[in-house]
């Protein structure tokens, strides 16, 4: 069985300070990791994901992940917060051979101006 | 969202009712799935398919069903909604690239 821990639910940030998402994972199988946001009334946009190649995954405007093995986290940076990246970001596992996503409960990000 | 689209957008239901929430996609893609998102929880998976004719259960099926009787539509149908069924529901799509694509959503309501 595999299951998702977003260590945060609520992350609060100054405006071009960094930002960090922390996400740890189980998983059964060599697991495939995304990172999701989803803006307030919106769908979900796939910002990154992990597939067994770079262990440091480059996303979508300026985000990107490392998977680390050996701690079983994913964890989410970007170096400089902008106001358009308050969101809920979720931490997904997709264990290899299974269609079966574990979504985390999610992580408000707040943008201070 | 391109590639997956979802009908309604909104819905209120009485409880007792039935109805069914749709969704199509335009990618001829083999798997198709369904989540509910409820505050607090992250998305749960309803129920999935891995082509035409194959449907199996995710992690919350009781109350739902499924068909996947053609690979551009999965239709999700409640039987007799019930209160606990109130929800944000989201459909999505799986190309080969192991990127999951997610429809903009169905929010429903039951009274």
């Known amino acids: 069985a595999q299951s998702v821990t977003q260590l945060d639910s609520h992350v609060s940030v100054s405006e071009g300070t960094p930002v960090l998402l922390r996400c740890n994972y189980s998983?059964?199988?060599?697991?495939?990791l995304f990172w999701y946001v989803q803006h307030p009334n919106k769908g979900l946009q796939l910002l990154l994901k992990?597939?067994?190649?770079?262990?440091l995954v480059k996303g979508i405007n300026g985000f990107e992940a490392e998977f680390k093995k050996s701690e079983t986290s994913f964890h989410l940076t970007k170096p400089s917060a902008h106001m358009s990246d308050a969101a809920e970001y979720f931490c997904v596992v997709r264990p290899g051979g299974n269609e079966k996503l574990t979504f985390g409960t999610g992580t408000r990000l707040t943008i201070i101006p | 969202n391109a590639g997956v689209t979802q009908t309604p957008k909104f819905q209120v239901l009485k409880t007792g009712q039935s109805m069914t929430l749709q969704c199509a996609q335009d990618?001829?893609?083999?798997?198709m799935s369904w989540y509910r998102q409820d505050p607090g929880m992250g998305l749960r998976l309803i129920h999935y398919?891995?082509?035409?004719?194959?449907?199996d259960q995710g992690e919350v099926p009781n109350g739902y069903n499924v068909s996947r009787s053609t690979t551009e539509d999965f239709p999700l149908r409640l039987l007799s909604a019930a209160p606990s069924q109130t929800s944000v529901y989201f459909c999505?799509?799986?190309?080969?690239?192991?990127?999951?694509?997610f429809g903009s959503g169905t929010r429903l309501t039951v009274v």
């Open positions: 998983s059964s199988y060599s697991p495939s």
């Open positions: 398919s891995v082509g035409a004719g194959i449907t």
């Open positions: 992990y597939t067994s190649a770079a262990t």
């Open positions: 990618m001829n893609h083999e798997y």
């Open positions: 999505a799509q799986r190309g080969g690239s192991d990127g999951y694509t």
